[in-house]
């Protein structure tokens, strides 16, 4: 057991302060392969964020950072360089393809001061990013471009280094857009799941609508069954819908904001329009079942480019996602007559399962911990920390810094492969415990200023037992 003092204070000069998040500075993509000769090195370039920059200039960037890795291989070559620190930036690297390397740039945090003379000083904050964050987002890039597109090599194989590029800027050219680096934290390293907890013969009710669901449409491949954002059931491989999870609860659902399903008995039902038997809808394909020249958007997805490379089409219905290999009109009827009137009485049953499982969790008072916890074998991702997490916003009920020292918990966790326990009492009094057990990870935010060490660790047991009762952790 380790125990430490951290964390920082705000001081007298808090209300004369700008503070400036991190911002992305420059992405691209290279491949030293591409243009090995001098007078060639623009061959190398696959993508430029930002594209308004100076030829030379992202020549010399690409350079520089396939300088640094060929020099950091001389000592680790099977691990090359991962980030560079500097006083105004920090860089991070990635090689998803052999030969392929993405880079991105982040403007350090800053603090704008007046001096005594009514000058501004300008502060870089060289400490505040941690590196496993920014790194995992810059994986997330990758994973999220593959899903969409298929891995570098095979638009290479398709159509040579044009079609890649091409690819490549019609993707990054929207996907940055959507990147806000002063929202991620612990769970962008995590990309974790959140499961929703059902008794078992909900579960097996599901499981069984899937079932006949498949058989009646047998050009569905797999099928992944969410609700209110979190997952039930998934027939892809954990990777592919790690990624797809994360697409989906930050993305699409946003997008297409819907009341909750009532329960059985809820006067919803009444106010349903005509003679609709059910209330279920396409979220990616027809808009209007009954046009027949209507638009279908089906979404194509990537799945298993490790192996069998399957290109498959996304279709979203209300809280089924699911993938059919070559979907039509007349496929979109059917799935609607098949599933739509299922999915409702499923959806109010799993309805009056939530509200129990609220009921049972409800507090009347305001908890003296806050927790986050995470499996690496299932990926499932649980947090009372975070009351809101998307990619424009992450609103947490706790203080940056207490945020910062979970990163930097999480960091140290990374360097043993021994379980391990780590307690931090932080300057603002709060008590931070960070506990790692047979590949799981539990986290906790205590609010007892006057605790010592005893009686911290007897607090992290009892929610140990309340909460994760069937799971062992370190004692």
């Known amino acids: 057991m380790a125990a430490a003092a951290a964390g920082a204070g705000s001081g007298a000069w808090a209300a004369q302060e700008k503070q400036f998040p991190p911002a992305l500075l420059s992405f691209f993509i290279y491949n030293p392969r591409f243009g090995p000769r001098e007078g060639e090195e623009e061959n190398k370039i696959l993508f430029y964020h930002p594209n308004e920059v100076e030829k030379n200039e992202k020549i010399r960037n690409v350079g520089l950072c396939e300088a640094i890795v060929q020099f950091t291989r001389t000592f680790s070559p099977s691990k090359p360089a991962k980030s560079l620190h500097t006083q105004k930036n920090r860089q991070f690297f990635n090689e998803p393809e052999e030969n392929f390397w993405m880079v991105m740039v982040v403007r350090n945090p800053i603090i704008e001061k007046q001096s005594k003379d009514g000058k501004p000083i300008i502060e870089y904050q060289e400490e505040e990013l941690l590196d496993k964050v920014y790194s995992s987002v810059l994986q997330q890039c990758y994973s999220m471009y593959k899903l969409f597109n298929g891995t570098f090599l095979k638009a290479m194989e398709d159509g040579g280094v044009k079609l890649l590029k091409e690819r490549l800027e019609k993707f990054f050219h929207r996907y940055l857009q959507t990147l806000h680096l002063q929202s991620c934290d612990l769970l962008d390293i995590f990309g974790g ?219 140290d966790f990374t360097r043993v492969d021994e379980d391990e326990e780590i307690i931090v009492k932080a300057m603002s009094d709060y008590w931070v415990v960070g506990k790692k057990s047979d590949r799981r990870e539990l986290y906790v935010i205590l609010n007892q200023k006057n605790a010592n060490l005893i009686e911290v660790n007897e607090e992290v047991k009892k929610l140990c037992a309340t909460q994760f009762n069937n799971i062992f952790f370190l004692d």
């Open 193 to 411: 799941i959140s499961f929703f907890p059902l008794d078992k013969m909900t579960y097996l009710k599901i499981q069984s609508f899937i079932n006949r669901m498949e058989e009646s449409l047998n050009i569905v491949k797999y099928t992944a069954f969410l609700y209110n954002d979190q997952l039930i059931w998934s027939g892809l491989e954990q990777d592919d819908m790690r990624i797809l999870y994360k697409y989906l609860t930050t993305s699409l659902f946003p997008r297409h904001i819907e009341p909750e399903l009532a329960g059985r008995d809820s006067p919803i039902r009444a106010e349903m329009p005509g003679n609709l038997q059910h209330y279920g809808r396409f979220l990616t394909g027809p808009l209007n079942l009954n046009d027949p020249d209507a638009k279908c958007r089906f979404p194509k997805i990537f799945v298993n480019t490790d192996d069998t490379y399957e290109e498959l089409h996304l279709i979203v219905y209300k809280v089924t996602t699911i993938f059919p290999s070559h979907p039509t009109l007349d496929f979109c009827r059917r799935l609607d007559s098949i599933v739509g009137p299922q999915l409702t009485v499923l959806a109010s049953d799993i309805c009056e399962q939530f509200n129990i499982n609220k009921r049972m969790s409800g507090s009347e008072k305001e908890p003296q911990f806050k927790f986050i916890y995470f499996n690496h074998m299932n990926l499932a991702e649980k947090s009372t920390v975070h009351m809101r997490k998307t990619p424009s916003v992450s609103l947490t009920s706790v203080h940056p810094d207490l945020m910062k020292i979970l990163g930097d918990i999480n960091s």
